[in-house]
């Protein structure tokens, strides 16, 4: 596996942040998602990761400087033929270096308070997040989940 920088303009990255989107509006009140959309992630603030292994892309996360000393996880997804394979553990772990490298003391998230999303709690527990109250422009959600941690 690989994990690279993406330009996010290929098909193929495309297809995968659109089943991204689309399972998250499935589970998730409309209100309560906050998926980036294609735009979104290219913008100047956010750096963006593919995971690929061989030609396949299995794997996506992002970083968006909220201010010059705190950034948030953003679009974190394995393909779900491959969850549960060590791909969202090796990207966050590729995440959270590249974010002290990018000298950010803060990393955040945001990330779905239902049963489906326990999976996700428990790896950013694992990586030391804790909970908090929401950040940066984030309200009071029951749907949502806060966490952060010092890098």
Known sequence: MKITVGD??????????????????SITPLESKHALDLDSL???EVTFWSVVDGDTLVGCGAI?????????????RAAPARKRSGIASRLLDHIIT??????????SLETGADEFFLPARRLYEKFGFEYCEPFADYRPDPNSTFMTRKL
């Open 42 to 44: 290219r913008s100047p």
């Open 8 to 25: 996010l303009s290929g098909p193929q990255i495309v297809e995968f942040l659109d089943a991204h989107v689309q399972e998250m509006r």
């Open 98 to 107: 590249e974010a002290q490298r990018m000298d950010f003391t803060r990393l």
């Open 64 to 76: 968006k400087k909220l201010d010059a000393v705190h950034a948030e996880l953003k679009s974190m």
